[in-house]
């Protein structure tokens, strides 16, 4: 019961509105059995003219009710019940469409709510959780776990409360009417809940590992779609069908065996109801035979009886939605418990306009359990240029990762004007730094969106005046609709340089104090470099620029260059020093040399 509870708290928001619909669904119940308790008329008195006899002693006001009803003429009684039938059905219909369309509002309020709820918890998560899950599973769990919870409170609570309320009123109908026979009817009922029981646990853990092998898909269609000029370059379609074909087949296994078991329930429900009706009906029949009742009360026990088997075989599904919904839950309350790593502090300042530099003081950083930074000590003063250089892995980008934030050093601390960046606020942190990477990422947006992505609220003049100096500009005005053309999934229509030129267009623009450039060039041609590195030393002007690099002939000219080894800094100082040291970086750059 506790479990069903925690579900049902994603209706607190809508309490008043799903009161509404109860309060709806309990009449339309109740009309429901009004209309089981016109058979009585219908058969003793209308078509046979015989009196209504009920074996129990009634209360007063009933008692003159079927007194009333024994001494109407049965022409007259019948078209009495034929306008009462009318009015019947048609406030059961009204009711039952307000009902519907309440409980089907508040589904999809509360579907819209969670995958809001998820997807902003998602985004405030540090990068490391990102690193660690795939792409698709998030996408799984905001897109997929959420429209279960519409099938549990929506459709499902809507049977139960609808399907419960006549499972009550039924019972008490047939305990009014003879309440020997009711018990007997009623023990039979713990046969029925056996297996709906059962069943339901087996559906909540089928559930969740159906979730798991939905997200697998979703991870694959993802990455092969995205990733899709690796899969043919590397002739690799065939092995991606057959792995694609894996996963399917094993997503098919656990809906198959959820569907199994949920189907089953109906069939077997329906069975006990038979038995139990068959039962009755002999019972009872021996009653209507010896007159201690009238034929209308027997239909009318009957039919009672036999109407609790469709609304025990709708619980039955009910439940068993309500457990593929605690197992989605427990998904979903898995990603809401996720912390992130890196948190702004409560007494946060927001950073002032930097004017000073950065300093590393004695950082220390791990992915895990691999040690990345050692012992990172450096300075960079206001308006400098300094280049970070050294082999794959050696913990560059690491470096600029930590300035942003997207991570905390495990030791040390890193000062930007003298204040640590732990105690500053985040926004007013990387509002102040500009970032474009070796992989440059855009959005499925116009060209004008996303230069203006870091300054939404930028005029049109503006964006071109970034875009000119971007060496963007006129390639841009040549698009279909110019600046308001829409590019594609991670700029799709565009070259690797145009998309290059349109990241450092939206730096420009941001106007950022500090510059992080991450190998901004270490996947274009030589003309595409040619044109990026001259909007790149626009964007340099008058900034503080850490530079990563991999291709060391880029760097020259920057005033100072690191060389990082194995997380550590081994070497500091001008090309020209560096050289002369004829340490590292010298063996580096002849070896880069030698290859051109």
Same mark, same amino acid.
């Given at each position: 019961?506790?479990?069903y509870?925690k579900?049902l708290? *994603?209706?607190?928001?809508y309490?008043?509105l799903?009161m509404?619909a109860?309060v709806l669904?309990l009449f339309s119940s109740?009309f ?8 009585v008329?219908?058969?003793?008195k209308?078509?046979?003219d015989k009196?209504i006899?009920?074996p129990?002693?009634?209360p007063?006001i009933?008692e003159?009710?079927i ?10 009684l019948?078209n009495i019940?034929v306008?009462i039938?009318?009015i019947l059905?048609f406030?059961?219909g009204?009711?039952s469409f307000f009902q519907?369309?309440i409980?089907s509002d508040i589904g999809?309020r509360i ?11 998602i985004q405030?998560?540090?990068?490391d959780l ?6 698709g ?7 997929n776990?959420a ?9 499902a ?5 609808y399907e419960g309320?006549?499972?009550?009123? *039924?019972t008490f109908l047939?305990?009014?009417i003879?309440f020997?026979l009711?018990?007997?009817s009623?023990?039979?009922?713990p046969l029925?809940?056996f297996p709906?029981i059962?069943?339901?646990?087996r559906l909540k853990k ?5 979730q798991?092998r *939905? ?7 993802f ?11 590397f002739?690799?379609e065939?092995y991606e069908? +057959? ?5 399917n087949?094993?997503f098919y296994?656990?809906?198959m065996?959820?569907?199994k078991?949920t189907?089953?329930?109906s069939?077997?429900?329906? *069975?006990?109801?038979?038995v ?5 009906f002999v019972?009872?029949?021996?009653d209507v035979?010896?007159?201690r009742?009238?034929?209308?009360i027997?239909?009318l026990?009957?039919g009672a009886?036999?109407?609790?088997i469709?609304?025990f ?6 439940n068993?939605?309500?457990?593929q919904?605690?197992g989605?839950? +427990?998904?979903?309350?898995e990603?809401l ?6 948190v702004e502090l409560p007494q946060a300042?927001?950073?002032?306009p930097i004017?000073?530099?950065?300093v590393?003081?004695?950082?220390y ?7 990345v930074?050692?012992?990172i000590n ?9 280049a970070?250089?050294g082999?794959?892995?050696a913990?560059?980008?690491t470096?600029?990762d930590?300035?942003?934030r997207?991570?905390?050093p495990?030791?040390g601390r ?8 732990r105690e ?5 942190l ?6 474009v990477?070796q ?10 969106a996303?230069?203006?992505y870091?300054k939404?609220d930028a005029?049109i003049e ?15 005005k ?10 594609? +999934?991670?700029?799709?229509?565009l070259?690797?340089?145009e998309?290059?030129?349109i990241?450092?267009a939206?730096?420009?623009l941001k106007?950022?104090?500090?510059l992080?450039?991450?190998e901004a060039?270490s ?11 001259e909007?790149?030393?626009k964007?340099m002007f008058?900034r ?7 291709r060391l002939?880029?760097?020259?000219d920057?005033?100072r260059i690191v060389?990082?080894d ?5 070497? +500091?100082?001008s090309h020209k020093e560096?050289i002369?040291?004829n340490?590292?970086?010298k ?5 880069q040399?030698?290859?051109l």
């Amino acid at each position: 019961m506790r479990q069903y509870l925690k579900l049902l708290r *994603f209706l607190k928001p809508y309490r008043g509105l799903f009161m509404v619909a109860f309060v709806l669904m309990l009449f339309s119940s109740i009309f429901d059995g009004v209309s089981l308790s016109m058979i009585v008329p219908l058969a003793d008195k209308v078509l046979t003219d015989k009196k209504i006899i009920l074996p129990t002693k009634l209360p007063s006001i009933l008692e003159r009710i079927i007194q009333s009803i024994n001494n109407t003429p049965p022409l007259l009684l019948l078209n009495i019940m034929v306008v009462i039938i009318l009015i019947l059905f048609f406030l059961k219909g009204i009711f039952s469409f307000f009902q519907s369309y309440i409980m089907s509002d508040i589904g999809q309020r509360i579907v819209r709510d969670v995958k809001a709820k998820l997807y902003a918890h998602i985004q405030k998560l540090s990068l490391d959780l990102f690193i660690r899950r795939h792409s698709g599973e998030w996408v799984s769990r905001i897109l997929n776990d959420a429209g279960y919870l519409e099938n549990a409170l929506s459709y499902a609570l809507t049977d139960f409360i609808y399907e419960g309320s006549k499972v009550i009123l *039924f019972t008490f109908l047939i305990f009014f009417i003879h309440f020997r026979l009711a018990f007997i009817s009623l023990v039979i009922l713990p046969l029925v809940s056996f297996p709906i029981i059962k069943i339901g646990k087996r559906l909540k853990k089928l559930s969740k590992i159906k979730q798991e092998r *939905f997200a697998d898909i979703n991870t694959q269609v993802f990455e092969t779609i995205s990733g899709i000029r690796i899969v043919k370059a590397f002739c690799r379609e065939d092995y991606e069908i +057959e792995r694609f074909n894996r996963n399917n087949y094993n997503f098919y296994k656990i809906i198959m065996k959820t569907i199994k078991r949920t189907l089953i329930l109906s069939p077997l429900t329906e *069975f006990i109801g038979g038995v139990a009706g068959i039962i009755i009906f002999v019972l009872l029949g021996k009653d209507v035979i010896a007159g201690r009742i009238s034929f209308g009360i027997f239909g009318l026990f009957l039919g009672a009886l036999l109407s609790l088997i469709r609304p025990f075989k709708k619980l039955s599904q009910a439940n068993a939605i309500f457990q593929q919904a605690l197992g989605v839950s +427990e998904r979903i309350e898995e990603v809401l418990a996720l912390r992130p790593t890196v948190v702004e502090l409560p007494q946060a300042i927001e950073l002032p306009p930097i004017k000073n530099g950065i300093v590393f003081e004695h950082v220390y950083f791990s992915y895990d359990s691999q040690e990345v930074l050692k012992d990172i000590n450096l300075k960079v003063k206001a308006g400098e240029k300094i280049a970070i250089v050294g082999v794959s892995g050696a913990g560059k980008s690491t470096l600029l990762d930590l300035i942003l934030r997207f991570y905390d050093p495990q030791k040390g601390r890193i000062l930007i004007d003298n204040y640590d960046i732990r105690e500053v606020t985040l926004s007013s942190l990387r509002r102040q730094i500009g970032i474009v990477t070796q992989e440059t990422v855009l959005f499925n947006d116009t060209v004008r969106a996303n230069i203006a992505y870091g300054k939404p609220d930028a005029t049109i003049e503006e964006i071109e005046e970034a875009a000119l100096k971007a060496n963007a500009y006129d390639f841009i005005k040549k698009l279909p609709l110019g600046f308001d053309t829409v590019i594609g +999934e991670r700029g799709a229509t565009l070259s690797g340089g145009e998309k290059q030129r349109i990241a450092i267009a939206r730096a420009i623009l941001k106007n950022p104090p500090l510059l992080l450039l991450d190998e901004a060039t270490s996947q274009l041609d030589s003309e595409s470099e040619r044109i990026v590195q001259e909007a790149l030393e626009k964007l340099m002007f008058g900034r503080t620029v850490i530079i990563v690099a991999h291709r060391l002939s880029t760097v020259r000219d920057c005033q100072r260059i690191v060389v990082l080894d194995k997380g550590r800094i081994v070497e +500091e100082g001008s090309h020209k020093e560096l050289i002369e040291k004829n340490g590292l970086y010298k063996k580096l750059y002849l070896l880069q040399e030698s290859t051109l």
